[in-house]
């Protein structure tokens, strides 16, 4: 059922529901809509079309009504039929999907149920032999051998005799000749075939009787006769030989008689001794009877004269005789009755006149050429028997070829070259030269002739002007050749362009007449072209100064050129892709066999050679039509797996059955240094079946406009017959198209060219349309620059568009508007197309490839994003036992690894954190990843603080900090640093300062360097009284024990001590210089020595 007519079904429908329920409404309002159960089978497809599915709903709402739709899987979307009885009837082999809605109150509930139809159906194929009881029979009997399906009936629809539909498949008292036998199946489909029976009978060929080359009598000569088999069957021997002879003078006939029990199958020879008489022509027949009585004659005129054939033979300058005898008796002798005054025949054969015996005989040979004109010889034998023939001899002259150029980088000289065919210049000299010629007249240019190639001569330098060049040739011949160097032209380049093995592209030589190119510049060119121009390309100039340059995008190029001479040429080329011609040949079915011509026109390659291949699914591979022999993809195809075609040559009578394929293949220039390297294109492949296929049926309503027209595509040997045999009978003859059917099942017979019949039964309401465009989704890019166009493969879109149709039947193009959509114009390139707005739609139509009745269009949207601008990686710190919060850029969608949506998240964990930004486009995304590495820090640890001290200025401060933090160091807390070294420092008091850079705390400890005073003056003014280790309080354990210069103690002090006040004992120690020792409480001594000033 088309679209128009269900969306009319359901509206009906639903008005006669409503008012129904209107009319019900007060029994059914508290009615409500259960669940219910559905329960689908299938019938198989035994005959083409006849499956059928079966569908019941139980447990139904009281008063509800079930509506059916039928999909055909995998398209789950698009329904194929609706119906609210419980069958869906002739439906072919394949895989369904019924639903069934349940409809009450304006409430709905669907279930749904998958099922398959198998396909069990059997093609019928078959053999045909014959026999007969004995060899001389003259009616056959043909048997059909069924090798698959189910056979009801079998006939014979043509030859030398006919039989009406029977149930035997034996025809007997059958005539030789050529049979059509047609054989209806179960289905009342019908498979014809040609069978030629040759009975068991001879059918010979005799030739005509041959004399040998050579006699070896003069009254008798043994003549033969090939005897052959016409009908390519074995000869049934024994077979009578009567040779008959007819004497010149009218004598009684002369007989010879043979018997031939047995010979070789196809052929033999008969070889017959028969007399001569003198030099007298007489006639000879043989007659052959074999043992049904059959006779083959032949009758030849003998004539035993000796023949001769006279030939001229090219010689080095000029011919000579060459004579072929046969049927003679040697020796014979020559006499020539006419030749030239000039020739005597012992100076070109010595052995003339003879005796000679041999059939091959020269006068001259390719040094000793014969004079011009007219000879006639006569040949008597060793019998008297005699011949003459005649023959002219004419030396026809040769023509010089001279040709001069004027090319190169000095435009005052040019070029001439001057061939002699098949002759050596044994001199040349200039006799005629322009007065710019700076040589003596005559000049000798012998030197030139050009080595390994003597009939050439190639001047070069010589002055504009005229010329005339004298030669003379090994023969003798002499030339005065009149020959002028023009003057110089600037000549145009020689650009050719051929499209490349990869689509869309071509390939470019550039050569140039003046003189070799050294630089190339591309100018200007094509969008599609990757680089900036101008672009210098001269490194793809090879060594013969020409251009090669491949894989160019189609479009037109401008070229600036610079050749060795400094010639500057500017020109404009355009680069043409390869266009494919799916369709480049003919295919003529016939009945058993086929025949395939190419036809390509294609003028824009070249090399083209076109291979014919057979697909053999069990390697699945292509390969040998004939011997099966595979062949590996990409190679150049050859004739061991392959049959090499050529244009417009017609194979004739293939009788082969199965898929095939022509594979094109042509040269490129794009690879100038293997002149070996082809590229390949297939030829849409074909199908041969020996039955006639009906490949599909469809309705005409591909544009969902209400029409119910349906198309047959049949399969096989044309003209077709279309009929409708029921509920109608319609006849319509070779057209396909049955128009206005009402809707319906129909029983459709479709009978090709040689009687094949194929039968189907269809429901109109079931078809599809012959082409259905499926809307696919929007293609979409995501720009990394920003750009608002970019370049969309349009053909990555075809398997939503097709769904489930076969890919090889249709043709999907792509247009920028309707109009052309529908108009079928002006389509875009569907795998390289920039966009030309943002968004921008593009309309997709559907053609059937050979059935080119309607089409279909749908339409999708091409969008270029941009991606988010972000960076990819950040990194963050938090410190232990807080709280971070994550954050990215806004205005976007967002994803995060921990499964927020949220621009921002806050963590308490350090670690790794990403999150896809989204650039939204309704359904697409432009998707950019940020990570976020997130380090957890702390407060550090003081472990330690090592002071280097007991100097006045160059002590320093270690600090040993731990955590998991990173840290830097200070003494002021201010300013901080990244060793934790600290040197140079002055005794005294310091507060260490070590702080996390990321903000999460400072630990201080304090610490002192210690020294001592060099001197004191315990004199009571209160300065320098005692001496003591200045920070010595920092050191609580630090203990100090001072001696006389003698070594003799004098006083322990400890590090909290008021000092020494320079007594012992409470007497006053005199000025000296005393020693210490300092212990600390690590362990460490150090040891010095001070002054006591009075």
Not at 312 to 331: E, M, N, R, T, W
Not at 359 to 385: A, K, Q, T
Not at 723 to 741: A, H, Q, R
Request: hydrophobic share 35%.
């Amino acid at each position: 059922m088309s679209g128009l007519k269900r969306s009319l079904f359901h509206n009906l429908f639903g008005l006669n529901l409503l008012l129904a329920l209107c009319f019900l409404q007060p029994y059914i309002s508290k009615a409500s809509v259960f669940d219910f159960n559905l329960t689908v089978t299938s019938s198989d497809e035994t005959c083409l079309g006849n499956g059928a599915i079966q569908m019941s709903a139980s447990n139904t709402t009281p008063g509800s009504t079930i509506f059916y739709d039928l999909y055909l899987l995998p398209d789950s979307t698009n329904s194929i039929a609706q119906t609210t009885s419980n069958e869906f009837s002739s439906l072919q082999a394949g895989n369904y999907r019924v639903v069934a809605t349940e409809v009450i109150n304006g409430n709905e509930t669907t279930q749904f149920q998958d099922v398959t139809i198998n396909n069990l159906s059997e093609q019928l194929d078959y053999t045909i032999s014959h026999s007969t009881v004995s060899d001389c029979d003259s009616t056959g009997v043909l048997t059909v051998n069924i090798s698959s399906g189910n056979p009801v009936t079998y006939e014979i629809v043509s030859g030398p005799v006919t039989a009406g539909p029977q149930a035997n498949n034996v025809f007997t008292n059958l005539p030789s000749g050529t049979y059509v036998i047609r054989v209806y199946d179960n289905c009342n489909d019908a498979v014809t075939k040609t069978y030629t029976m040759v009975l068991e009978t001879n059918n010979l060929g005799v030739s005509e009787s041959a004399l040998p080359n050579i006699y070896d009598s003069c009254d008798s000569v043994t003549i033969s006769n090939s005897v052959t088999t016409n009908n390519g069957n074995d000869i049934i021997y024994p077979l009578d030989v009567t040779y008959t002879i007819f004497p010149p003078d009218g004598s009684p006939d002369i007989t010879f008689n043979q018997a031939i029990s047995s010979d070789a199958p196809l052929s033999f020879v008969l070889n017959q001794t028969i007399p001569l008489f003198g030099n007298d022509i007489f006639n000879v027949s043989v007659s052959i009877m074999d043992q049904c009585g059959n006779v083959f004659e032949s009758e030849t005129e003998i004539d035993p004269n000796p023949k001769v054939v006279l030939n001229d033979v090219d010689g080095l300058c000029g011919k000579y005789l060459q004579a072929i005898f046969s049927g003679y008796f040697p020796p014979y002798t020559i006499n020539f009755i006419d030749a030239p005054t000039d020739f005597i025949p012992a100076d070109y054969n010595a052995d003339y006149p003879g005796p000679f015996s041999e059939s091959l005989n020269y006068f001259g040979d390719d040094e000793n050429p014969v004079p011009e004109g007219l000879y006639m010889i006569e040949i008597v034998d060793s019998c008297g028997r005699t011949v003459t023939k005649s023959i002219e001899i004419v030396n026809e002259p040769v023509e010089p070829v001279f040709t001069s150029i004027n090319t190169g980088c000095d435009t005052t000289v040019g070029q001439i070259t001057i061939s002699i065919p098949d002759r050596t210049i044994v001199l040349a000299q200039i006799t005629a030269a322009p007065v710019t010629f700076q040589e003596t007249l005559p000049f000798d240019i012998t030197d030139f002739v050009i080595e390994n190639n003597e009939d050439t001569l190639s001047v070069t330098n010589l002055p504009v002007g005229d010329y005339i060049v004298y030669i003379l040739d090994d023969c003798g011949y002499e030339y005065d050749i009149e020959i002028s160097v023009p003057e110089f032209i600037l000549q145009d380049l020689f650009p050719i362009s051929r499209p490349d093995c990869n689509a869309e592209t071509g390939s470019l030589s550039l050569f140039s007449p003046n003189g070799k190119l050294e630089t190339v510049v591309i100018t200007s060119g094509p969008s599609s072209y990757s680089e900036s121009f101008p672009v210098d390309v001269s490194n793809s100039i090879n060594s013969n100064g020409g251009l090669y340059l491949f894989e160019l995008p189609e479009g037109n190029y401008a070229l600036s050129t610079t050749d060795i001479c400094g010639n500057q040429i500017s020109l404009d080329v355009l680069i043409s892709a390869y266009q494919p011609t799916p369709f480049a040949y003919n295919l003529t079915r016939n009945c058993g066999s086929f025949n395939i011509e190419v036809f390509d026109n294609d003028p824009t390659v070249t090399g083209q050679t076109y291979w014919f291949q057979k697909y053999y699914p069990s390697s699945n591979s292509w390969g040998h039509p004939n011997t099966g022999v595979l062949y590996s993809e990409g190679n150049l195809p050859n004739t061991n797996n392959a049959i090499q075609l050529f244009n417009e040559t017609p194979i004739l009578n293939i009788f082969l059955t199965g898929d095939f394929r022509i594979i094109k293949a042509f040269q490129s220039f794009n690879d100038s240094s293997n002149p070996n390297s082809y590229c390949l294109d297939s030829f849409e492949p074909f199908t041969i079946s020996e039955n006639l296929i009906i490949s599909g049926i469809y309705n005409l309503d591909c544009e969902n406009t209400g029409i119910n027209d349906i198309v047959i595509d049949a399969v096989g040997v044309q003209p077709f017959n279309f009929s409708i045999v029921s509920p109608i009978s319609l006849d319509n003859g070779d057209n396909n198209i049955f128009s206005d059917l009402a809707d319906g099942i129909y029983e459709i017979k479709v009978e090709d060219a040689c009687g094949n019949i194929e039968n189907i039964t269809l429901n109109t309401e079931n078809l599809l349309p012959l082409a259905r465009a499926y809307q696919p989704e929007d293609l979409f890019v995501c720009s990394e620059n920003g750009s608002s166009s970019s370049v969309f493969d349009l053909s990555s879109q075809n398997s939503q568009i097709l769904g489930s149709q076969n890919p090889n039947d249709y043709l999907i193009t792509f247009y920028t508007s309707q109009a052309n959509a529908n108009a079928g114009i002006n389509s875009v390139n569907p795998t390289a197309y920039t966009n030309t707005s943002n968004p921008q739609t593009i309309y997709a139509r559907i053609d059937h490839k050979t059935i080119a009745l309607c089409y279909s269009t749908t339409s999708f949207l091409l969008r270029v994003g941009t991606y988010p601008n972000v960076s990819d990686s950040i990194e963050a710190f938090m410190c232990e036992g807080e709280t971070a919060t994550l954050t990215a850029p806004s205005g976007y969608l967002y994803e995060w690894s921990t499964g927020e949506t949220t621009q921002s998240i806050a963590i308490d964990t350090g670690g790794s954190y990403s999150v896809t930004i989204k650039n939204s486009y309704g359904n697409f995304n432009c998707d950019a990843v940020q990570t976020f590495t997130v380090t957890s820090s702390s407060s550090a640890t003081i472990n330690d603080v090592a002071v280097t001290d007991w100097t006045s200025n160059d002590n320093s401060i270690t600090v040993s900090a731990s955590g998991p933090g990173n840290y830097v160091y200070s003494l002021d807390g201010v300013h901080y640093q990244e060793e934790p070294v600290f040197t140079n420092l002055t005794p005294g008091e310091y507060t260490v300062y070590v702080m996390d850079v990321y903000g999460c705390g400072i630990v201080t400890e304090t610490v002192a360097i210690l020294n001592y005073p060099k001197f004191f003056t315990p004199n009571g003014d209160n300065f320098n009284d005692t001496w003591h280790i200045n920070n010595a309080g920092y050191e609580p354990e630090l203990e100090v024990t001072i001696f006389d210069r003698y070594g003799k103690f004098i006083k322990n002090l400890h590090a909290n001590d008021y000092g020494w006040d320079g007594t012992y004992n409470g007497y006053n120690l005199p000025t000296s210089d005393y020693w210490f020792v300092a212990t600390r409480a690590d362990g460490r001594v150090y040891k010095g020595h001070f002054t006591l000033k009075r």
